[in-house]
């Protein structure tokens, strides 16, 4: 599968509606002709409740203050797709268990259809992670005839309007790099499918979530490889509808039996923040983590890609002086060293005596007392490359046998499940590091984050989702090989507009923007990405010059991002239109920043993403406590009003750090201040 499924709007209200009466999207004639479901089982603890009707149709409450509050009706939340279009989706209720596990407690409930299909409920609650069910459905065949299956979708629940509307985070990649965050209002309908959704953009987190001002509701699989599962995120009449769905052609015949992926259905208030933090956790648990970052991760960058890809040593010699000045710890040498893509060769024109100008200018770093980083793209190679002729074994080949195209660089995707792929990288990275004598590496290209299954027969996979399964393996083999060369090297994995596959987070030590869009993106993404690699995870806002008004740090230090930028010094840019110079202007702006990111070091605080809601809270707030003081941050274009500072413990008193201005105190019991600010407000609140 390299393309992903068929999803329209149509195709999608039918995959998640169930019966029009069940689902609440028949209207209100359909209502009234329709009888009330009665619960007839219930799986609960104290957040998330869980209840079954006798067709096992299932709804959805959160418990608050004692009181249940429904988010859903019921509807067939769990079921089986036939290939002929059809769906078993009502099951007879037979039995409902609750048995002891260590930490929680699993109930299983279990029903038979009309077709002679029985399904078995799996329900897994662990005290530490409240309001979090993992959910896995076994079907057997117990008729005397195979059932031709074409999928099966769990966790189909419609979030009921609450009036105020509803934000969503969806975790799927596309080629647009739309924002994860977005309202969700009517006619909006996102497949979020975690394959191939263009050529080369792919994969994610496979989570989904939706809230109102109240409450929300998500979904997602905790399987510890990808899945081709989709996400479909759906504004309904009835409200927001989610749901996990996967093709799964089969004949199940008489006496057979599947299983579904593992997957989670959680509630929650507030935003998406508090589901990724918990998913990160289970995962981590899972053996699937963030590695501890070293202390390298968070000091602030200089990239050389304000020279394009025209860069010469020479420029970038002439920079280094100016960034170590300006309180930057990293040179990174971007796109352009190389002849191509897969070769890898150093570019003759520019480093005439081949490795010794690079070791050199490896070294000239150093010596400026900043840390060098290189620019690489693996996984990719180059029409008529010396690769490409002598190696086109390890291109990853679609089911018709053509390979599969890389955009960006009008390049082909290698196979990362292959092993002379493997090999080949392993090499380029020890001479990278070994060699050349580079402390960092910058990991770049969309195509990175996931890949299509592979149909090569020269790699004899066992199933063309190999490919797609063992990515990270892959990557794991790169990070392993730089950290055996320089234990403290630094690993940057940007996926250039993806949303993040978490498969990958082990196998990389800091994270940017990813090549944002806009200032909001570098701080939605920011708050992703704590949530999802640890609270004080070193994220980078990527460079400055991509922001709102190419100058907005603010929505990194604020934040708690690693500042990054790529201004060129002492003359502009090549490239068409480029703004990079480092005016006298702009070089106070950047001294002053710099200079407050260094002084603040805010990512290795703990990012409080629980206390703001994205979406609904204007102006748009931030927390991160360090050190006993609590850092705020709000965005708006223009805000006259209170603000309320949150998570207080007792009396602070409140200083604006950008403008160096004291604005009074605040208490847990008094948090208001009242602000007036044009983009940004970044405080520091003091215990007294």
Same mark, same amino acid.
């Given at each position: 599968m390299t393309a992903r499924p068929h999803l329209n709007r149509r195709?999608?209200?039918?995959?998640?509606t169930g019966t029009a009466c069940a689902s609440g999207l028949a209207g209100p004639t359909a209502f009234a002709k329709s009888k009330p479901a009665l619960p007839v089982a219930t799986a609960a603890d104290g957040r998330l409740v869980l209840s079954f009707d006798m067709r096992l149709h299932s709804h959805l409450s959160i418990r608050r203050n004692d009181v249940n509050l429904p988010l859903s009706d019921f509807a067939p939340t769990e079921y089986i797709t036939l290939k002929s279009g059809k769906r078993i989706d009502s099951f007879h209720f037979a039995r409902r268990t609750q048995t002891a596990i260590e930490g929680g407690y699993r109930v299983t409930i279990t029903g038979r259809s009309p077709q002679g299909l029985e399904k078995t409920i799996?329900?897994?609650?662990?005290?530490?992670?409240?309001?979090?069910?993992?959910?896995?459905?076994?079907?057997?065949?117990?008729?005397?005839?195979?059932?031709?299956?074409?999928?099966?979708?769990?966790? /189909?629940?419609?979030?009921?309007?609450?009036?105020?509307?509803?934000?969503?985070?969806s975790g799927a990649s596309h080629p647009d790099r739309r924002d994860w965050v977005q309202p969700v209002r009517t006619g909006f309908s996102q497949p979020n499918f975690m394959g191939m959704n263009a050529s080369d953009y792919g994969s994610g987190t496979p989570v989904v979530d939706v809230w109102r001002r109240d409450a929300g509701i998500a979904v997602g699989h905790v399987e510890t490889v990808p899945k081709l599962v989709s996400l479909p995120l759906i504004a309904t009449p009835a409200g927001a509808a989610v749901a996990v769905t996967m093709e799964h052609p089969i004949a199940l015949q008489p006496g057979d039996s599947f299983a579904t992926a593992e997957t989670f259905i959680t509630v929650h208030t507030g935003d998406y923040f508090t589901t990724l933090d918990t998913y990160r956790q289970i995962m981590s648990e899972r053996g699937l983590a963030s590695p501890v970052p070293p202390a390298a991760s968070y000091e602030g960058i200089w990239c050389a890609w304000g020279y394009d890809r025209t860069v010469t040593a020479a420029e970038v010699e002439g920079t280094l002086s100016k960034a170590k000045d300006l309180g930057l710890k990293w040179a990174v040498l971007d796109d352009g060293w190389q002849t191509s893509e897969g070769d890898w060769y150093l570019d003759p024109k520019k480093f005439p005596r081949g490795d010794a100008d690079m070791r050199d200018l490896a070294t000239?770093?150093?010596?400026?007392?900043?840390?060098?980083?290189?620019?690489?793209?693996?996984?990719?190679?180059?029409?008529?490359?010396?690769?490409?002729?002598?190696?086109?074994?390890?291109?990853?080949?679609?089911?018709?046998?053509?390979?599969?195209?890389?955009?960006?660089?009008? /390049?082909?995707?290698?196979?990362? /499940?292959?092993?002379?792929?493997?090999?080949?990288?392993?090499?380029?990275?020890?001479?990278?590091?070994?060699?050349?004598?580079?402390?960092?590496?910058?990991?770049?290209?969309?195509?990175?984050?996931?890949?299509?299954?592979?149909?090569?027969?020269?790699h004899r996979h066992a199933y063309p989702e190999e490919s797609v399964e063992k990515l990270q393996t892959f990557w794991k083999c790169v990070y392993d090989t730089a950290l055996a060369a320089n234990p403290d090297a630094v690993i940057e994995i940007c996926p250039c507009g993806d949303s993040y596959a978490y498969f990958n987070f082990p196998y990389m030590n800091q994270a940017p923007a990813s090549d944002p869009e806009s200032s909001w993106q570098v701080r939605l993404k920011g708050k992703s990405l704590k949530a999802l690699m640890g609270r004080s995870a070193p994220y980078s806002g990527d460079h400055v010059e991509l922001s709102d008004h190419g100058d907005d740090f603010a929505s990194s230090v604020g934040i708690g991002a690693v500042v990054s930028t790529k201004f060129t010094w002492p003359?502009?840019?090549?490239?068409?239109?480029?703004?990079?110079?480092?005016?006298?202007?702009?070089?106070a702006l950047w001294r002053?920043?710099?200079?407050?990111?260094?002084?603040?070091?805010?990512?290795?605080?703990?990012?409080r993403g629980e206390l703001y809601d994205i979406g609904f809270d204007k102006p748009e707030g931030h927390a991160v406590e360090k050190d006993g003081r609590m850092y705020y941050a709000f965005?708006?274009?223009?805000?006259?009003?209170?603000?309320?500072?949150?998570?207080?413990?007792?009396?602070?008193?409140?200083?604006?750090?950008?403008?160096?201005?004291?604005?009074?105190?605040?208490?847990?019991t008094?948090?208001?201040?009242?602000a007036a600010f044009d983009r940004f407000l970044v405080l520091e609140a003091t215990p007294i």
């Open positions: 195709n999608l209200l039918s995959l998640l799996s329900l897994t609650f662990y005290d530490r992670y409240p309001g979090f069910v993992l959910q896995q459905i076994r079907y057997r065949n117990s008729s005397t005839t195979a059932l031709d299956l074409a999928g099966w979708t769990n966790g /189909a629940h419609v979030l009921k309007a609450g009036g105020h509307g509803f934000w969503s985070w000239k770093i150093k010596a400026a007392g900043l840390k060098p980083r290189l620019w690489v793209s693996p996984l990719a190679v180059d029409p008529g490359t010396d690769l490409m002729h002598d190696h086109v074994d390890m291109l990853l080949l679609d089911k018709d046998g053509a390979p599969q195209a890389i955009s960006w660089w009008n /390049a082909f995707y290698l196979c990362p /499940a292959y092993q002379p792929t493997i090999d080949y990288t392993e090499k380029l990275v020890n001479r990278i590091f070994r060699d050349w004598g580079f402390e960092g590496l910058k990991i770049d290209g969309q195509h990175l984050n996931g890949v299509a299954p592979c149909y090569n027969p020269a003359k502009e840019g090549p490239a068409p239109g480029s703004n990079f110079l480092l005016t006298p202007e702009k070089e002053k920043w710099i200079g407050l990111y260094n002084e603040k070091m805010l990512p290795l605080g703990t990012y965005y708006a274009d223009s805000w006259r009003g209170p603000v309320t500072l949150r998570g207080l413990k007792g009396r602070y008193r409140v200083h604006d750090y950008f403008n160096n201005r004291d604005l009074g105190t605040v208490s847990d008094a948090p208001r201040i009242d």
